[in-house]
Nanobody, 115 residues
């Protein structure tokens, strides 16, 4: 069974920053692509960013490109989403997901951007 634990969410003003972490279980973590998704109230879950197992390939949704940065530390089975220049539209619950095991989801971490 794959376990994913997200943390780091909170309340922040527009223009502020937050650093989300995803700690994942599994011995194959370093070879697996990890993705971040988010789900805003009343909306579908949407893709935010992804990073390959070695960290060399990253991808971002257009609406976060240039503001969010994804990285990973395979020694700690951790993927980090650095979120800068946050906007109210970034308000959502953020989830990480393992592409090799897409059926597993963590509890998410809530991000609220408001003045």
């Amino acid at each position: 069974q794959v376990q994913l634990v997200e943390s780091g969410g909170g309340l922040v003003q527009p223009g502020g920053s937050l650093r989300l972490s995803c700690v994942a279980s599994g011995r194959a973590f370093s070879s697996e692509t990890i993705l971040w998704f988010r789900q805003a109230p009343g909306k579908e879950r949407e893709f935010v960013a992804s990073i390959s197992g070695g960290g060399s390939d990253v991808a971002y949704a257009d609406y976060v490109k240039g503001r969010f940065t994804i990285s990973r530390d395979n020694a700690k089975n951790t993927v980090v989403l650095q979120m800068d220049y946050l906007k109210p539209d970034d308000t959502a619950v953020y989830y990480c997901n393992n592409r090799a095991h897409p059926e597993y989801w963590g509890q998410g971490t809530r991000v609220t951007v408001t003045s």
